[in-house]
């Protein structure tokens, strides 16, 4: 230390005495400062030049509590943390960078990132994380990327990423996420890639992505999205480039595609056998579209995409035949580039469309098999791990067995198979063991089977399988044991059966199952604790069934519902006393059941939670003035629509409202619906609410009818009355009081 201050002092030489005095203060302060080196964890190394600290795989179960407070990069991969506490991070403010990854962890705690205001980079990949609730990230306000990669998400709630205002990468790949909700990232408004590939999503909702200005990429490949949900894909104004490549769509509708700014569309290796010529229309802007690898057989010009520059048709059965000429003049007049490989006629298999002319494209005048196969590209000739009359694909590990007139389920599908479809052949039983070697497969298809038996074990050694396609069938009932031996299965399609009841305990043995469609069969009750077992459950849809009366403790111990669908039964009533039980619920339809009255109190069970609520086309006469009580803000959409209301109670505080549908109601447009008036009138919404009485205003919207002629009591000119009358009142007291005093006196 002397010769470091020496050295220093040797080197001033003009300066004065006092000037050197302060000069050597100050070198000594700087030599006695802590750096990181100073208080660095004896089993971490440390970088002063670059202010990191790197204690990687160490064994650490906790995160060190000397690390000094200066650090920016912290490295903690390969540890053993399990738990990130509350104010983990509190002494170390400053850190712009921090690792987590393979550090098993299982649970973020509430407030684990607070006072890392200035981080930017968080890896919290290859953990066991299975939820991420609202407050797993506040205090995260300067976070640019977040990656959550390879974890065993479930679930993320609604508003966790709410903090999360300059984020612009999050990484949600290689997880177990089965559905997007509405709003789920809400408050990403800088967000400009989101990755979600290689999750099990099936069900997107439709404002599953609103709010994302930012959003440039969206990956959803290697999902099971079975159909293509244009409502939500609409909401994303800004986005370039959609990859949905690996997911099990048949076909993509007329105008489905409906992004004004898109750029990049992957559709390639799906189970695609349709593209309607139309399905582009509203995407003026797509310069690329991938559709290699399907089960494409013939294709039609496309209208609508005047930017288009290059169609990807690789790996497609298309014929090279007269019924392609349409779209060859097209291509060519755009100058496009198309790669398609002919797979027939046997004189062009083989060939690339671009070596042909549109003219040599013919029909007819030569001796030709029909082509019935697959292209050459997508299975190699020695290749026999697939059952006869099937189709299997192993670069997308589905086997598809669809309407092949199947009497038995068939054996030696490749290992590894993921998507198994056997729809539409004729089974009659499931026996046991049926799939016992099917270790791999997620998702299985056995609608429209004339299945009538499931036979216990039938699904044993299925223990990846998620979700289970039984609709269109005859079962009737189910024994427990059906299900042994496939825990994780989640979605079960059990509609267009005929089951007169749901048997109690059926799914006692799926502790993961999250969605039960029971659709249009006929069940006519549920019966005290109907659905015991299955307690995780979040969506029920009973639609199309003849339920007249639900018992007060059907849905017991299903304290996590969200979604409930009693349309078209036959309840006579809002079943209030059931809902008793689902105070999370956020979904409730009742659309079509022969209600015509609502009384006092009807929703208060389920008021907090309550968001959407159906009670349309019933025949609905009368809500009693308290039938909304305890909704509110809370509520976003509300479906009136085709009743016999002449009247409504007042909805003054439905305040987050974002649909409401009136229409087609004989509302009575005297003065007892002027509170309904000014309500509708304070809306920036599109009602629907028209006059039936009197004559002088029918047909007219209730919001632009006349009401002039009712009294007006504003609440200002009441309040101000009252206080007059209360002045009044304390004068007269004041005088009596007075007078009172002056009697004594005398």
């Known amino acids: 230390m002397v010769d470091k201050v020496a050295v220093e002092f040797s080197e001033v030489k003009t300066v004065t005495a006092s000037g050197m005095l302060r000069y050597v203060a100050m070198l000594l302060m700087i030599s006695i400062r802590p750096t990181l080196s100073d208080y660095c964890p004896r089993i971490c190394i440390c970088d002063n030049v670059r202010s990191s600290v790197t204690c990687a795989n160490k064994n650490l179960s906790e995160v060190p509590v000397t690390i000094p407070q200066p650090t920016q990069k912290l490295d903690l991969r390969g540890n053993d943390l399990k738990v990130i506490p509350g104010g983990a991070f509190l002494p170390i403010p400053y850190l712009t960078h921090l690792n987590l990854q393979k550090c098993k962890i299982e649970r973020i705690e509430e407030g684990s990132f607070r006072g890392l205001s200035r981080l930017v980079y968080l890896n919290l990949g290859f953990n066991h994380i299975s939820f991420i609730y609202q407050e797993s990230f506040d205090g995260l306000s300067s976070l640019q ?7 065993r998400l479930e679930e993320i709630k609604p508003g966790a990423f709410s903090q999360l205002g300059f984020l612009n990468f999050l990484h949600l790949a290689d997880n177990f996420l089965v559905y997007l909700p509405d709003m789920l990232f809400q408050g990403l408004q800088q967000v400009k890639w989101i990755r979600l590939s290689n999750n099990m999503i099936n069900t997107v909702f439709n404002e599953a992505f609103g709010g994302l200005p930012s959003l440039r990429r969206l990956s959803l490949d290697h999902n099971e999205l079975q159909f293509f949900p244009p409502e939500a894909f609409s909401r994303l104004s800004g986005l370039t480039r959609l990859e949905l490549g690996w997911n099990p769509m048949t076909f993509i509708g007329e105008e489905a595609v409906q992004m004004a700014s898109l750029k990049q569309l992957l559709l390639n290796n799906m189970a695609l056998q349709e593209v309607s010529f139309k399905a582009f229309e509203k995407s003026p802007q797509l310069l690329v579209i991938d559709l290699s690898n399907n089960q494409i057989r013939t294709i039609q010009a496309l209208t609508g995409v005047e930017q288009l520059s290059r169609i990807n048709l690789t790996g497609n059965a298309i014929r090279c035949d007269c019924y392609l000429r349409p779209f060859k003049e ?19 298999r083989g060939d690339h469309i671009d070596s042909l002319r549109a003219i040599d494209l013919k029909c007819g005048g030569y001796s030709d098999e029909e082509d019935d196969h697959l292209p050459v590209t997508q299975k190699p000739k020695n ?9 299997c ?20 599908f490749p290992a590894g198979t993921s998507l198994l479809d056997l729809r539409r052949n004729v089974f009659h039983s499931v026996p046991n063991e049926a799939f016992v070697v099917m270790k791999d497969v997620v998702s299985l298809h056995l609608q429209s089977c004339q299945i009538n038996q499931l036979q216990p074990g039938a699904f044993m050694g299925m223990k990846n399988l998620v979700y289970l396609y039984l609709s269109h069938n005859q079962i009737s009932n189910i024994n427990p044991a059906v299900f042994q031996g ?20 059926a799914f006692k043995l799926l502790p993961s199952l999250f969605s039960l469609h029971m659709q249009y069969n006929s ?21 199309g069934n003849i339920i007249k009366s639900i018992a007060p403790t059907a849905f017991r111990n299903i304290r996590e519902l969200e979604k409930l669908h009693l349309d078209e039964n036959l309840l006579p009533e809002v079943p209030t006393q059931a809902l008793k039980g689902i105070p999370n619920l956020e979904e409730l339809k009742l659309t079509k059941n022969p209600i015509r009255s609502i009384g006092n109190g009807a929703f208060l069970t389920v008021s907090r939670s309550l968001k959407h609520l159906y009670l349309d086309d019933m025949g609905l006469e009368q809500i009693a003035s308290g039938g909304f009580v305890g909704l509110g803000r809370g509520i976003k959409s509300i479906y009136l629509e085709n009743n016999k209301l002449q009247n409504l109670p007042k909805m003054k505080d439905f305040t987050g409202l974002e649909v409401i549908n009136l229409a087609n109601n004989p509302f009575q447009c005297d003065c007892s619906l002027l509170h309904l008036h000014r309500w509708i009138q304070s809306l920036n919404l599109k009602v629907g609410a028209t006059c039936a009485t009197p004559k002088s205003v029918k047909g007219q919207t209730v919001r632009n009818a006349p009401f ?3 009294p007006v009591w504003e609440a200002g000119s009441i309040r101000r009355n009252k206080k007059k009358r209360s002045e009044i009142g304390k004068g007269t007291n004041r005088k009596i009081r007075a007078g009172g005093k002056k009697r004594l006196r005398s």
């Open 145 to 151: 990327q977040l990656i959550l990669e390879k974890n």
């Open 330 to 348: 097209w291509a060519d007049l755009k100058r496009l580039k198309v790669d398609l490989i002919c797979s027939g006629p046997s004189h062009y």
């Open 383 to 391: 290749e026999n791990s697939c059952p006869e009359s099937c189709v």
């Open 393 to 412: 694909k192993s670069d997308v590990k589905h086997a598809i067995c669809e309407n092949k007139g199947l009497q038995s389920i068939p054996k030696g």
């Open 486 to 505: 496939a825990p994780k299965i989640g979605y079960i399609y059990l509609d267009h059966n005929r089951f007169t009841l749901i048997p109690k305990g």
């Open 523 to 543: 069940i006519s009750s549920l019966v005290d604790n109907n659905m015991a077992g299955a307690e995780k459950l979040h969506w029920i849809y009973l639609t």
């Open 708 to 710: 002039s002629s009712c």
